[in-house]
């Protein structure tokens, strides 16, 4: 289950949703700003509050936007069980290090010219732990 978004961050959220519409309907600036003072009366996005940021986006939908959803995460790779607890600590260390597993795709990619951590075997698996156990101690993690 996803945390709740605060109030800052879905204020955010949705200003970005603005700007993103502001050049998916390639609006020049002068546009941009008449369109925000007729539909919510203020002349920056910044002044906006909740009622007017909604206002304006529903208004952007009306001309066009579309919003578009990000791609969903992958989950943990299945492997043999040989390789499962290979698996586990490097998902342990990308859980510590906050990053997805896309980016151990990426060092298995340029470490083991392999596209997919699933598909490298123990020794190219150890080889990406101890190039995360490295990443670990040069930005002060624990390391296994």
């Known amino acids: 289950m996803k945390p709740l ?10 200003l970005a949703q603005i700007h993103i519409a502001k050049v998916q309907l390639a609006l020049d ?20 509050t909740w009622q007017g940021r909604k206002a304006l986006l529903d208004h952007f939908k009306k001309l066009g936007f579309k919003v578009k959803a990000k791609k969903a995460e992958r989950s943990a790779p299945v492997v043999k069980k040989d390789k499962a607890s290979l698996i586990a600590k490097i998902e ?3 859980a510590e290090a906050q990053r997805p597993w896309s980016y151990a795709d990426g ?38």
């Open 107 to 144: 060092m298995a990619k340029r470490i083991c010219k392999v596209d997919r951590i699933e598909w490298c075997d123990a020794a190219q698996l150890m080889k990406i732990i101890a190039a995360l156990n490295y990443d670990a101690q040069r930005h002060g993690r624990k390391t296994g």
């Open 29 to 48: 600036d002068d546009t941009y700003r008449a369109l925000l003072l007729q539909v919510t009366g203020k002349t920056s996005s910044k002044d906006l």
């Open 92 to 94: 342990a260390q990308l």
């Open 5 to 14: 978004k605060t109030a800052d961050q879905l204020r955010k959220a949705e």
